[in-house]
């Protein structure tokens, strides 16, 4: 299995930018798919990003391209989430997730516990 873990959640003002991490245990990391997801209170889960196995291709959500950027240290164990130009809409629980395919619409099925980020204004 795989344990993660996010960081870097706060509280910013309208246009501001913030960097989450998440921190990947457990098996080779190399092996896994890593995806970032986010929910805002009473609304579902939504996907944001995701990059592959292996780094390279990524994938947007279109409310955030060109503002969010995702990408991954294989010898960090690590996976990051640049968000840019950030709005009041973007405020949600962060969560990092990661799954063993590369296929477009496979299953997430390792989850990290969240981390809050609060755009003001």
């Known amino acids: 299995q795989v344990q993660l873990v996010e960081s870097g959640g706060g509280l910013v003002q309208a246009g501001d930018s913030l960097r989450l991490s998440c921190a990947a245990s457990g098996r080779t990391f190399s092996n896994y798919g890593m995806g970032w997801f986010r929910q805002a209170p009473g609304k579902e889960r939504e996907f944001v990003a995701a990059?592959?196995?292996?780094?390279?291709?990524?994938y947007y959500a279109d409310s955030v391209k060109g503002r969010f950027t995702i990408s991954r240290d294989n010898a960090k164990n690590t996976v990051y989430l640049q968000m840019n130009s950030l709005k009041p809409e973007d405020t949600a629980v962060y969560y990092c997730a990661a799954r063993g395919s590369d296929y477009p619409y496979a299953e997430y099925v390792y989850w990290g516990q969240g981390t809050q980020v609060t755009v003001s204004s």
């Open positions: 990059i592959k196995r292996r780094g390279g291709s990524t």
